[in-house]
């Protein structure tokens, strides 16, 4: 990430003279994404399709009666020409085998059955099918180089009796394809999926096989259907293809793909010095009807094309194996990160008082609160200070606000209170004013927007006994939960902040002190430094100055505070952008961490590569489960899919619960979670994805005040704790 100058833009013209490469930078960030979306949906797209599994013939329609195909084709030879009005077929000659090999090309089968016709110098007719001939085209180009005779199976197995005509157009047009770009050529020839002999020819399967006539093809049944695909042995296999009636011509059906064809392949090695030394002779579909091939080269624009559809597919192929692998990773981090923090927070929650805790902290406390127009929620804000049950002096630092901020402040005529009135600096700059204001060496800060619990602050103040504690977390929760938006902040606060906050508070290395609800030692903001502009995110900024500083940070669960979350999806992302590019700027700035001895080093090598795995990496990597799970539902088993995401789901449902358990919450707003894994969730995603690129690009993105409402008040009934 790009290391920019930072300063807390002015209050009004500031960000008007920082917009202005604004429009090509925005566009990066449009852009960027958007390509990204369409390069992985075409990639899923094309995978899909392309790799579209089948039953294999094995459920072909061997033994039904004709019903459709007239009489002299269904009692004809297994070689079926309908390309003129009256149909042909055509049968072996005497002692005359032609060995066919349904659904390749294998990678692994068709060369070893190759090296077996190869070293008997015996022909072999292959149908392949398209998916397999893309994927392959190296096995498809030795087939042809060693003389072999190449048909078409369709694309992907379909069974084109149930197919409209154009369907079964576009399976035969693809096919052709994958044959052009992998092998350079195209085939008249072609099997039917799920065919057998003539006398099994239905009247779908005869309407199809007029159409495919039309389309110059000839069609191939088979005489003997070994069923290998059975793997009855391969002495078995070899007595089926053996002609029951000596020296009778036969068209034999075999497979080379679709399984363990070990079988099939030592059958060749009986099969054909039987037949050999029998007197008779092999050949291939086109030896039958008297034609010179039924493959041809294609010309080099059909090649070309063929071409990038092959590498289109070879693309596919290896943007989803990594995907793959990608999403392995990401469901491991997931799991890992629940089952991490279930008994983190199982053991965070019975734990012994800390080794350094002493008698409690009576001495009085400064409350640094910064104000930048909130005359809607100021009041409050201050009337909840005012009754808190630890001895505070409260420090309103108005930062050039022009909504009289300050007069409402000063009206509410609290002794506690004192007003400073600044011209606007930003925030870090404000919490810095009132800091040096402050009368105590203990200092709690919070936002403007922020309702306390009367114990909060003298919760929040009880880790300081020990003095190697420099600051203290509280349990920040959201104090406007009407409507989803309101309850899925919620969630995300209990289980996303506060559960993660356990987790780290036991492993020493705290990322954030949140800005609503934090408790700092004056000493300690000295030695860190004290409130920076740098980033946009200057309590993660402090948090993480103070540990290097050698500084411990505590969470304090306990001390309640209730912040007003945005009430609507477009602030939201204005709130959450910020934090994300601002955590980002932080990590970045304190990078050197990761190389420091103390407890700096060990916040550089525990703490920072947390928060780059769990708040950067995997939600980055998060959407694949989503769009896994779209092309699972389109191109996979639906019910699996379904159940796989319920259970990732249910993993979620079991850490809310526990956290809200721990925070002493009523479980009703859980019923909302899965509606936020599928709405609330993107939004957060692409919120992430856009920080990113901002880094990426180097652009300082300018502070972004939120609209407040002001609604934000104690809740009726306070958790357990508090009553």
């Known amino acids: 990430m790009r290391r920019r100058p930072v300063r807390p833009p002015p209050a009004a013209p500031g960000p008007r003279r920082t917009r202005a490469p604004l429009p090509s930078r925005h566009r990066f960030r449009v852009v960027v994404p958007l390509v990204l979306l369409a390069f ?21 329609r061997a033994g039904k009666p004709a019903t459709g195909a007239p009489r002299e084709v269904a009692d004809g030879g297994p070689v079926v020409d309908t390309t003129h009005d009256h149909p042909r077929t055509y049968r072996a000659p005497a002692k005359t085998v032609v060995l066919t090999f349904d659904d390749g090309p294998d990678p692994v089968w068709t060369p070893r059955i190759r090296a077996v016709l190869d070293r008997h110098g015996t ?62 050529v195209n085939s008249s020839l072609l099997r039917m999926p799920y065919s057998s002999t003539t006398a099994a020819l239905d009247g779908p399967s005869w309407s199809v096989a007029r159409h495919l006539g039309e389309k110059g093809y000839v069609l191939a049944f ?37 399984g363990d064809r070990s079988q099939t392949v030592r059958a060749l090695d009986i099969l ?38 092959v590498t289109a597919v070879t693309v596919s192929d290896t943007a989803v194996s990594v995907v793959g692998v990608l999403l392995l990773v990401v469901g491991t981090l997931v799991l890992a990160r629940c089952a991490l923090m279930l008994v983190l927070a199982h053991h965070h929650a019975h734990r012994r008082p800390h080794p350094g805790a002493g008698r409690p902290v009576t001495r009085p406390v400064s409350v640094v609160v910064p104000a930048y127009n909130e005359r809607l929620c100021i009041a409050t804000t201050l009337r909840s200070l005012a009754v808190s049950d630890h001895p505070v002096e409260i420090i309103v630092v108005d930062d050039g606000s022009g909504d009289g901020t300050a007069d409402v402040a000063e009206s509410l005529g609290l002794p506690q209170i004192t007003v400073l009135r600044r011209p606007n600096g930003g925030k870090a700059s404000a919490l810095d004013a009132g800091v040096r204001r402050a009368s105590h060496d203990l200092v709690v800060m919070l936002d403007a927007d922020t309702v306390f619990a009367p114990s909060t602050v003298h919760r929040l103040v009880q880790p300081f006994a020990d003095p190697a504690v420099g600051a203290t977390a509280g349990n920040a929760k959201v104090g406007n939960r009407r409507g989803l938006l309101g309850r899925w902040q919620h969630i995300e606060y209990v ?30 903001l000295r030695d860190a430094g ?9 309590d993660t900024d402090i948090t993480m100055a103070l540990h290097r500083a050698g500084w411990e940070i505590r969470y304090t669960e306990d001390a309640l505070a209730w912040t007003e979350a945005p009430a609507s999806l477009r602030q939201l992302w204005r709130q959450r952008y910020r934090w994300s590019y601002g955590t980002m700027q932080a990590a970045w700035k304190h990078r050197h961490a ?95 994805v856009q920080a990113c690129l901002t880094a990426v690009n180097g652009y300082r993105l300018p502070w972004q005040r939120l609209k407040r409402s002001g609604d934000v008040v104690l809740p009726p009934r306070l958790p357990a704790r508090e009553r």
């Open 40 to 60: 992985v949906v075409s990639v899923l797209l094309v995978e899909g399709y392309t790799t579209r599994g089948f039953s294999g013939d094995q459920e072909g």
């Open 495 to 524: 289980m996303g902040f506060n559960l993660d906050r356990r987790t780290y508070d036991l492993l020493r290395c705290m990322p954030t002190v949140p800005g609503a609800v934090g408790a700092f030692r004056v000493t300690a």
């Open 530 to 538: 004290m409130m920076s502009g740098d980033t946009l995110a200057e």
């Open 594 to 688: 990761l190389v420091e001895r103390g407890h700096a080093g060990h916040f550089g090598r525990l703490g920072l590569p947390l928060l780059a795995v769990f708040q950067i990496l995997t939600p980055l990597l998060a959407p694949l489960i989503d769009l896994l799970t779209v092309y699972g539902l389109v191109f996979g088993n639906p019910l699996l899919t379904m159940l796989a995401w319920t259970g990732v789901l249910a993993v979620q449902t079991v850490c809310a619960a526990y956290a809200f358990r721990l925070d002493g919450e009523s479980l009703r707003p859980l019923w909302t979670l899965p509606l936020q894994q599928i709405v609330y969730r993107q939004l957060m995603y692409l919120v992430l």
């Open 123 to 184: 022909p072999g007719t292959f149908f392949v099918t398209g998916q397999q001939a893309v994927r392959h085209p190296g096995v498809l180009r030795d087939l042809i180089r060693s003389g072999h005779e190449i048909g078409v199976h369709t694309f992907s197995h379909r069974d084109l009796a149930t197919l409209s005509a154009r369907e079964t157009d576009r399976e035969l047009a693809l096919t052709q394809l994958a044959l052009a770009g992998a092998g350079g």
């Open 222 to 258: 088979v005489d003997q259907d070994t069923r290998d695909w059975r793997r009855p042995g391969a002495r078995a296999i070899a007595d089926a293809a053996t002609p029951d009636v000596p020296g009778r011509g036969t068209v034999v059906l075999l497979h080379d793909s679709g």
């Open 272 to 309: 054909i010095p039987r037949l050999q030394a029998q007197g008779y002779r092999f050949t291939t579909i086109a030896g039958l009807v008297g034609a010179d091939g039924l493959t041809s080269p294609v010309d080099t624009g059909t090649l070309w094309k063929g071409r990038v559809f």
